[in-house]
Structure formats: C-alpha cells, structure tokens
T-cell receptor
Framework: LAKTTQPISMDSYEGQEVNITCSHN???????ITWYQQFPSQGPRFIIQ???TKVTNEVASLFIPADRKSSTLSLPRVSLSDTAVYYC????????????FGSGTRLSIRP | NAGVMQNPRHLVRRRGQEARLRCSPM?????VYWYRQLPEEGLKFMVY????????ESGMPKERFSAEFPKEGPSILRIQQVVRGDSAAYFC?????????????FGQGTRLTVV
C-alpha cells in the first residue's frame, strides 16, 4: 500500500505562504502524487498533481525531490477560505484500493 | 460540464431498511469509485467500477453492501438492512478512461443517518 505521512495539523495567518510536506517512502515507479482539499460536509477537491520536480497551477505549487520520497504542497498567500483538510495521495487510480487517504493535514488560517 | 452528481445529499433510514445511493459520473467518465468517511477520519476505499464491471471490491463489507455501474444510468451503492454503524458520508469519484490513472473528481457526498 502507498502509505503517506503528513502533519496532523498546521496553523498560519492570512497572507502567509503555507508549505505542507508529505512523506511517501515506498512510492512506486508509476505512482503519481496528488493533493486534495476537503471542506466540512463536502467532497475532496483536486488541487494539484505531479510526478517529479515542480508543478504549478493557479492554486498551488508542488515540489517533488529527485528521490520522490516526499513532496511539498505550497499555498501562496493563504486566506481564511483555505482552512480545510489537505490529503496527500500516492498511487494510480487504476489501483484505487492502494490509495490511502489517511487523516490528512488540518490547516487553520487565522486573520 | 457538470461535476460528479450524488443523490440524495442526505438520507435517513431506520435500522433494517435499505439505502440506495446514486452517483452520476462526469460526462465522458467511465470509472467510478466509492468511498466511506466517518467523522474526523479520512476516506476509506470501498469499490472501483467500470461500466458493467466491478474492478476491485476489496473495501466492501462482505455482507449487506453491493455496488453496480450499469451500461445506462448512474452507479448505485446499495446497503441492505442498515445498522447504526453504517451512518457515514459516502462519496463517489469518477475518472476518464484516457486519464483513468491520474485524475479523479469527487461528488458532494451522501450523508446517511441510520436511526
């Protein structure tokens, strides 16, 4: 199973950059790294995905070192609306049963 | 392009009744995944289906639970003779055949309450 480890919770303030790191020591060659955001009473929302190096979209950046055993989700200039649970997933959806959501990182943003 | 649609959003059932949860994938998506989430916990995989096929049901309880994804219509997660422990949020996700490995999009979930 593609197990991941990420902090249980993080706190930050509006306007700050937030970096959430995820460890995935047993990542397989074909696995992709995907991050989801979940608000209370809603389904997870896809944020960003990558295989190696750096990926950036309008919402976030994803940094993946060469060994791929970890990844860092970077949220620039967070706002109160970024308060949510963030999940790091490793695997391919064709092997969906191997994708472990875990408890995620509960991010709290303060004014 | 509408997202993944789940209905009902909220469902209340008495113990012993049946619950039927529906999931309409995004247009063009042929892969559907069902997950269960208890309060303050992560999502737990239940079943992965493609049209008319169950690909992986390793996360489904052996009894009372079944899932289908017919050629026409939504995917259905069926729970027979519900018990209080079935109370949870049930989410489905879908992915397209061409990118089935890397992207999946979730619906808003169905919150099942067993009384």
């Amino acid at each position: 199973l593609a197990k991941t480890t990420q902090p249980i919770s993080m706190d930050s303030y509006e306007g700050q950059e937030v970096n959430i790191t995820c460890s995935h020591n047993n990542i397989a060659t074909n696995d992709y790294i995907t991050w989801y955001q979940q608000f209370p009473s809603q389904g997870p929302r896809f944020i960003i995905q990558g295989y190696k190096t750096k990926v950036t979209n309008e919402v976030a950046s994803l940094f993946i070192p060469a060994d791929r055993k970890s990844s860092t989700l970077s949220l620039p200039r967070v706002s109160l609306s970024d308060t949510a649970v963030y999940y790091c997933l490793v695997a391919l959806w064709s092997s969906a049963s191997k994708i472990i959501f875990g408890s995620g990182t509960r991010l709290s943003i303060r004014p | 392009n509408a997202g993944v649609m789940q209905n009902p959003r909220h469902l209340v059932r008495r113990r012993g009744q049946e619950a039927r949860l529906r999931c309409s994938p995004m247009k063009g998506h042929s892969h559907v995944y069902w997950y269960r989430q208890l309060p303050e916990e992560g999502l737990k995989f239940m079943v992965y289906l493609q049209k008319e096929n169950i690909i992986d049901e390793s996360g489904m309880p052996k009894e009372r639970f079944s899932a289908e994804f017919p050629k026409e219509g939504p995917s259905i997660l069926r729970i027979q003779q519900v018990v209080r422990g079935d109370s949870a949020a049930y989410f489905c996700a879908s992915s397209p055949p061409s990118q089935g490995d890397t992207e999946a999009f979730f619906g808003q979930g169905t919150r099942l309450t067993v009384v």
